[in-house]
């Protein structure tokens, strides 16, 4: 049998200070998976697809889970999501939305657009560590995910 190397998680948010939090919660929770982060949509894409800076396979693997932030420069997240979830190489990776939006529009909009999950950004880091745990649970422990051969 041979071993399952780590999903790793690819983190799309333009905050520098969420940005670090978010690696700290994770960080807190045990969670070791590794994780990268991207600063906008764009950055996404190129990561996703590859171009440089990132066509070092090795150093900058697909991900098997995407956390994205909608409102981000160059190319928000919701276009990112559409170019993902249009994309037969990259459709099958999850993508949960994490926005500080809660508005109605923003959460049917981006199940229309294919995320997999919408999470509210907590105003707390406490509520942070609650989310990032359920995250960690479900996504990187729970579910099977392609690519995967066993539980994510």
Aim: charged share 25%; glycine share 8%; hydrophobic share 40%.
């Amino acid at each position: 049998m041979t071993e399952r190397q780590p999903m790793h998680v690819l983190i799309a948010d333009d905050d520098p200070d969420d940005c670090l939090l978010v690696r700290e919660a994770f960080r807190e929770c045990g969670i070791t998976n590794p994780v990268r982060f991207v600063h906008n949509g764009q950055e996404l894409l190129d990561y996703l697809r590859q171009h440089p800076p990132y066509d070092d396979q090795r150093q900058y693997p697909l991900p098997g889970l995407i956390l994205l932030d909608l409102n981000m420069p160059l190319k928000d997240g919701r276009e990112a999501l559409i170019e993902i979830k249009s994309d037969a190489q990259l459709r099958a990776i999850p993508v949960v939305v994490m926005s500080t939006t809660s508005a109605d529009e923003d959460i049917v909009g981006s199940y229309r657009l294919g995320s997999n999950s919408f999470i509210t950004k907590p105003a707390s880091f406490n509520g942070l560590l609650d989310v990032v745990k359920v995250l960690g649970r479900y996504w990187l422990g729970t579910v099977k995910l392609p690519g995967n051969g066993s539980q994510a």
